[in-house]
């Protein structure tokens, strides 16, 4: 990513999804349940971080690029699925982590996320029939207080709120890390 001054930390992420399971389009939706997307999709995108202590800035960002699928021969309520283009999507998030001590912090951050509308062809007799499911737009703001509670051990709580009609209304999260003896190795 070169020498950029503001950057103490840069990541680069990749994945690609695979289509598995049974796919919600191949399906008799009234006799089963799909355990898969049904189509491939590869994302990219970055991360980079900067501490200014007793800050750390951050913030991310992927692209999602999600595979057509076609020769489709799914019946949907008397007609056949023919087609379905999923829309790409794109993701981001940023925040910053303030501590107030050696054993506490605080965090804010802000995601988003929009996915373009989907496309279905289906045929109904000798005519086809366009349907489309419309974008959506996801925002969520987080807060996090993250506390000591060992030299070695850091728990943490957040709260979370959704900022969209399609995001989630409220979370609430707690993790702390768990160290099995013998799995991992002693520093």
């Known amino acids: 990513m070169g020498d950029c001054p503001w950057h103490n930390e840069q990541n680069v992420i ?11 389009y191949e399906i008799d939706n009234n006799k089963h349940l799909s355990s898969g997307s ?3 999709s590869l994302s990219a995108g970055g991360s980079v971080s900067k501490v200014l202590d007793p800050v750390v800035l951050f913030g991310s960002g992927t ?5 057509a699928e076609t020769d489709l021969n799914q019946v949907r309520d008397g007609s056949v699925l023919k087609e379905v283009h999923p829309g790409s999507s794109i993701s981001g998030s940023m925040g910053f ?9 605080l965090s804010v951050s802000f995601q988003a996320s929009y996915n373009d509308e989907t496309r279905f062809v289906l045929q109904r007799g ?6 489309t499911v419309g974008s959506q737009v996801t925002g969520l703001m987080n807060f996090a207080l993250g506390v000591r509670v060992s030299p070695k051990t850091i728990t943490n709580i957040n709260v979370g709120f ?13 993790s702390m890390p768990i160290d099995i003896e013998g799995i991992k190795p002693s520093l």
């Open 97 to 105: 982590a303030y501590s107030l001590s050696y054993d506490v912090s």
């Open 14 to 24: 990749s994945s690609v999804k695979l289509k598995t399971g049974d796919s919600p």
């Open 126 to 131: 000798n005519d086809k029939i366009d349907s």
């Open 38 to 40: 049904g189509y491939y």
């Open 63 to 67: 692209y999602g690029y999600n595979f």
């Open 162 to 174: 959704g900022m969209t009609e399609s995001a989630p209304d409220f979370l609430v999260g707690f």
